[in-house]
């Protein structure tokens, strides 16, 4: 199992991190090979990629390089808004 969550329950949290992503005005959409998050950035082609962690305890993006608790989506989304804008990688 890569997981230590379920399907449904991985894709419940990504959902949550999407509305949230969305509601800050940024460009994301659902990966269709293995349950994630694609977020558009500044470099044509280059997306973020937003996962959750095997052990379903945080979003991980930025090679897992980056992590939030996946209880605070919110928080989250804002933490990789910033992380877009540092990098000059962002959405809009």
């Known amino acids: ?26 460009n994301v959409g659902f990966r269709d090979a293995l349950p994630g998050l694609t977020v ?6 280059v997306p973020l990629y937003v996962f959750v962690s095997e ?11 980056m992590r939030h608790p996946v209880g605070d989506p919110a928080g989250a989304a804002r933490r990789i808004a ?7 990688t962002g959405g809009r």
């Open 55 to 65: 052990s379903g305890t945080d979003f991980d993006w930025h090679n897992a390089a």
């Open 1 to 26: 199992m890569r997981h230590a969550i379920r399907y449904d329950e991985e894709l419940r949290l990504l959902g949550e991190l999407y509305e949230e992503l969305a509601g800050l005005g940024l």
């Open 40 to 45: 558009t950035t500044d470099v044509p082609g």
């Open 82 to 88: 910033a992380f877009l804008r540092e990098h000059r």
